[in-house]
């Protein structure tokens, strides 16, 4: 069944979807998916629009329809939308589908396009996999050389196992396209697939040559190959072998590793049992006499990468002088601990022994040195400069540096550790350029126990450098929203602290805000003009130049995602109260009037409910900003905002943060009793909300009372559409006097007051909104923009209704802070702060450094002094350089850091705050480098993402696990397909809950998630494992010194965005009935902010059908009993709370009252910390 919605007012969506298919990853030459598939793999994908995408995501299912209720096989919410997923930028290559996995028969794919606009389209296509034939013309060959010399079929033949075998298909003759191979299985994950001759079963290194088959993985005993090939015609055929592998031959070993601790070999032991330390080693075959060669193995079968060869006598394991004595082995590339050594000897009979020897190997004590390395900038013929070093250890050595280069010198040398010691770099004499240089820290046994990385860059006093931060400009904004902006820092040169110097740009949308010539050191404020740009990542760069100096190129990376703010600037519609205007002056901001001058409002509230600010109800030319007398002048149309009725112009404002403090909204309006109103309910005020269904105004009315003009001051309450508060305050008419109106937000006691000003400067009660929508106050901050940073704003408005044109004049705008309601404090506390853009999480150092996550993958280090002022902020992009834009929100320091070796871990997932990626979460590993962190691994990766904000959250080491908090993929346990702000994603395995690893394991697999396995399936298999379940959106936890974590966790903030599973008994899947509980839906409403003493195997309440958890919390709201692990919470946080932090407290102050006390920091409402104390036996508060 096809659907179609089509909005008449923006753009028509064609009833149909393509769904096309290609042979190639590159989608070339597509087809529309239909009839017999004759192929091995195919690339599936709905096309995207040109020139304009306005897809916001695609949903495919496979042989299920759209309103069966089983989730997608797959979602796509970026461009391009491919069936089995895309690579990685930038080339986006289509990843292919095994067909193979598919039964033969007749299949559909449905798909379901949605658009920005939330209309969408169903469409399906209908194909056929045919049955594959069974041939014997598949020609799969085996040969015991890498050049594929004299082939042998492998069908029925018997293989020694200790012969080298390289498998492969001889399609030479055939022309064939595409094979691929199954060993002991017939489908699933093929073993190889190899898109070109040849065709070899263990692959092919970049020269042609085949890899070996690896009997250690397939093993003595029967097998069977299966291989499907697609040949030149297009034809898949299918061929299934069986061969033997034989048990290797146990054969009297001649030979023996032997280990000596000197060079000629004298004083030898068997490796085999021995322990090594102190000096070097000398490893060796014996008796060498009837050795033709010897391959050495460490820590490595056979069928790894060899660590030595040998082809003549002695056979040494680390080679042999030419004086026949052996090369030492220092052992810095062994294990601390167990070891092994392979020897592969041959000897002059043919005759190949495999030999083994374990071994153990002591590590000497450490030496960390502070910093870790240096680097210094000199002009030509100038220096020294001195570096301090400091030198921890585990014990007591004497050190002597070598490596030396002729500009550096160490004083003393030797050196004593632990202990301090310098170095200095001098460019007396030394030519323009950059050198480095190692200097290697040796004890008495020559083995090296630190090395120190030095940097000399030598400048022409007239070719200076800058220095530039950051290196890389990574901004994020919409199209068609104006500006985005990020800030340079420029430092001139050492030897030349003051430099004039200009910028400039090359591309058409990249500016300066203000002039392009500055002097360094300073700040300047770097803009990106999103208009007229489309959605994807755009590039450019910024260069700097002066007199003397190198020229200084910076990348620009600009990342633009779905429009929404035009025609204001996203980042600047949230303002810092007090914010108070008056219009004397171009109050700049991206409203502006009829003549481009600012008004100092940010925000235009939109005709469409629910969609942002927008140009459809912004008319500039009806604004005049008459500067000379102080006036915002503002005429009216006849749009308003009413029940159904939601096209009011010019309503302007701006954002501010609602949840934390009491708003008061004044205005002056400036006579309007002298204007040229006619009781057709012309009128102007002041407005707050969300959008024009849900807002409370305060306006002077004009109206008819008896037919003749009369004069009020309303207050009006809607939300949802529906008027819940209204009251008119009937005044006479004062011409030549000005009105003031107010308006007081206190999101503490959910209220909304209005009020009237006099004369006097007092103000009268007009009406009151109880029980306000907690999405007014933007207390779920899940659904909030973190480039806007708030859903609620507050402005000025007009409109002339029934009547005619008519202009009224504003002398003022303020919002204030009012008193809020402070509990009693027992403690004091010093507060610091240091502005960051989106912080998220944090960790301090053993350099007591803090390094701080910011919302979209930058790493910042701030470092303190004792007083805790910064007096140093770096800023680390490795993540969004690697990635691109990664919503980040954990970090954790390694176990092994040391004050010389930082070694940080961070959580990170897709930036789409609306449309995150399925199991886009991932867990990097940055070390330090020359440059900063730029050493990245991904070690866990696969892990769930909510389409909301909900993902991998914060991360702390318990010795060397590493634990982490998911959030959970639905608002309260249950899919919902409403239009809701998780979107239609269900639960999974590892989501809702507090995990564990331990990435330091041998074999560690952090793969969470392969594309093609069921996102939705039982445990992934992956080394990551559940600690407790049920846990919503748990964003912090500590581990406590009495051995229990504890975690908070967000409630579900609002009423419409989450359900519990549809049914309280295993199968729960599906969506759920989004009408509240008490109307016999699935929907709990608001719930309040917990915390948890988190424990093993033990289940907090939050559903998740993906582990048969079907009962939401203690079963009340499904009349059922709770679950058998169910665990209450230990303290209720309140509502709207967002719980964000937790810590226990370990300072010693507050004379030892607050020690071991938990400190819970609530963002949202109450934006405080609180003091929680717990029970001697740490189970309850």
Known sequence: MRRCFILLLWAIHACGVD??????????????????????????FVPTPTPTNNIQRVEFWLDWTVDSGMPPTKTEGLTPYDFAGSGPKPTYIAYSYNLVNIPAGDHFIAVRVTYKDNTFDIDSANFTIPAYPDVNNIYVKYSNSDDRSSPMLLSGATIPYEDFVYIFVDGSSTGDRVVQFFMDKAVGTPDNTDLATPFDY????????????????????LHSLTTYVQTASDIVEKNTILFTINSPVVATQPYKIMVSTNPDRSNAMPLDGSTLQGGPSYIFIEPDTTIVSVVFYLNTPETGTSYHKEGKVPFDFTGTAADLTAYPWARNDANAGS?????????????????????????????????????????????????????????????TITGLPAWAMVMPNPIV????????????????????ATLNFQNSAAVTMASLPITLTVNDPNNLMFDVQPTIVNMIGRPDSGDTGAVISVTGAPLEPSVVYTVSVDVMWLRTSTSTQFTAPNDFTLLA???????????????????????????????????????????????????????????????????????????????????????????????????????????????????????????????????????????????????????????????????????????WLSYKSGGIPAYAIQFVAEFGGVTVAEHKEFVLNQPGLDQLLRIIVDPFTRKIYGQMGGQTGTYLPLGTAENVPSEVFGFDAAGIDPVIGTRSFAGVMTTHRKGVQTQFSFGSFDIEQGERPLPPMDFTFDRKSHPLTHPTNM?????????????????????????????????????????????????????????????????????????????????????????????????????????????????????????????????????????????????????????????????????????????????????????ATGLRNSYDFVHHSNGMIYATDNGLGSANTGTYPRVPTPPCWGFADPAPYYDG?????????????????????????????????????????????????????????????????????????????????????????????????????
């Not at 900038?377 to 250890?393: E, K, M, S, W």
């Not at 010691?421 to 030394?430: D, K, N, R, Y």
């Not at 582990?1107 to 499904?1118: F, H, I, N």
């Open 202 to 221: 263990a692959g092919t290194d970049p020269l042609g040559v085949p890899h070996p088959l690896d009997k250690t993985l397939v093993g003595p005993g």
């Open 843 to 1027: 960790v301090f150092g053993p350099d007591g450094k803090l390094y701080v996550t910011e919302l979209y993958g930058n790493v910042h280090t701030l470092t303190y002094d004792s007083n805790l002022n910064v007096v140093e902020h770096q800023i680390c992009t490795t993540i969004p350089d690697h990635f691109g834009p990664r919503l980040t929100l954990g970090i954790a320091m390694d176990p092994t850091s040391t004050p010389g070796n930082i070694i940080l871990w961070v959580s990170h997932s897709s930036p789409d705050l609306r449309a995150g990626g399925l199991n886009s979460g991932s867990i990097s590993r940055l070390s330090e480098s020359s440059s900063g962190f730029s050493n990245l691994t991904t070690p866990v990766t696969g892990l769930p993402r909510a389409e909301a904000n909900h993902g991998p959250n914060s991360m702390a080491f318990i010795g060397n696990r590493l634990w982490i908090t998911i959030g959970g993929n639905t608002g309260a346990g249950g899919a919902v397909n409403n239009g809701m702000e998780f979107g239609v994603r269900e639960e999974q395995w590892l989501s809702a809950a507090l995990l564990y690893m331990d990435p330091f394991e041998p074999g560690f697999d952090g793969d969470c998630y392969d594309e093609g396995e069921d996102p939705w399936g039982k445990d992934p298999g992956c080394d990551v494992s559940i600690w």
């Open 529 to 699: 003009n999103t208009n007229n740009l489309p959605e994807g990542t755009h590039t450019g760069s910024v260069t700097l130049q002066a007199p003397n100096y190198a020229t200084f190129n910076l990348p620009v990376n600009l990342q633009l995602t779905a429009a929404g703010c035009e025609p204001v600037i996203c980042n600047q519609i949230r303002v810092a109260l007090p914010y108070s205007l008056v219009f004397v002056q171009n109050n700049d901001k991206a409203v502006v009037d009829k003549n481009g001058v600012g008004t100092g409002f940010t925000y235009v509230l939109s005709h469409a409910p629910g969609t942002g600010s927008s140009v459809d109800a912004y008319k500039p030319d009806l604004l005049w900003m008459d500067t000379a007398k102080g006036l915002l002048r503002m005429k009216t149309t006849a749009g308003i905002k009413i029940g159904t009725l939601n096209d009011a112009d010019n309503n302007i404002g701006v954002g501010f943060a609602v949840p934390n403090q009491i708003a008061v909204i004044t205005a002056r309006l400036v006579e309007p009793y002298t204007s040229a109103a006619t009781g057709n309910y012309e009128q102007a005020g002041i407005w707050f909300g969300t959008d024009q269904d849900n807002y409370v105004k305060v306006v």
């Open 339 to 399: 070891n092994y050594i392979i020897a592969a000897v041959t000897s002059d009979d043919g005759t190949v022994y495999h030999l083994r020897a374990d071994f153990t190997v002591i590590i000497p004590g450490t030496v960390s040195l502070t910093p870790a390395s240096i680097s210094a900038v000199l002009a030509t013929d100038t220096g020294p400069n001195t570096f301090q070093i400091t030198a921890t250890a585990s014990s007591m050595d004497t050190l």
């Open 19 to 44: 769904i096309l298919w290609s042979r190639t990853s590159d989608r070339a030459n597509p087809m529309p998916l239909s009839g017999e598939l004759d192929a091995l793999q195919a690339h599936i």
């Open 417 to 436: 550790v632990p202990g301090s010691f310098s170095v200095l770099i001098s460019a007396q004499s030394v030519a323009v350029g950059t050198y480095t």
């Open 1081 to 1181: 839906g699935d929907n709990p409403l608001e719930q309040t902010d917990l915390l948890y003493n988190v424990k093993q195997g033990k289940y907090y309440g939050h559903g998740n059908p993906a582990r048969d958890e079907c009962v939401y919390k203690d079963g009340s709201y499904q009349g059922v009993p709770p679950l058998p692990n169910f665990v209450p919470p230990m303290a209720d946080l309140g509502m709207h709370a967002s719980p964000d932090g937790i810590t226990e407290y370990k300072g010693g102050g507050g004379c030892g009252q607050l020690e071991g006390n938990l400190l819970v920091v609530r963002y949202s409402l109450g934006d405080d910390i609180r003091r929680i104390v717990l029970s001697a036996d740490g189970e309850s508060v």
